[in-house]
């Protein structure tokens, strides 16, 4: 037997000389899906990415995605592939490897204020428009703080798209 079948099962014998194949102290952790809740956000980390139609490398490849930071949905899992989907409900599968918890968005409004502060009457400091990339730093009820072109500040979750309605960052 080999050192890495030695390593991970064992057979063990059972009833009318049947063997059963027992795996030793789980799937290896580069192998298995992660425990993190499904759905969630995350954002691209590479500068560029397969989507494919399925989870490995012998499925055909749909697009490419070339732009680090931009927000996704990760509605499935299998072993180290993460089926994905974009603002527009594209979807397909890309290599964990290729994305990263940090959290974005993308605001799905035109001219969105970011204000100074995290009350809904601060002073705005930018117009934001619509499909325009964020980073998200932290959110509350109704305002997300957000990191923009060299800006900080705050604006209404709701025309952001990356967050959950009832999520707190």
Known sequence: MSKFFKKYFSVVPVKCGIFLLVIIGGIHSAWAASELPLPRFVSLKSSEANVRTGPGLRYQIKWVLVRPGMPLEVTAE????????????????????MISGKRAGITMKDNVLLLRDDDADAFPIARIEQGVYLELLECDEMLCEVAVDGYQGWMPRDAIWGIYSNEKI
């Not at 299998?78 to 290599?95: K, L, M, P, S, Y």
């Open 78 to 97: 299998f072993e180290q592939w993460r089926r994905i989907r974009d603002i527009q409900g594209a979807e397909g599968w890309v290599h964990r490897a």
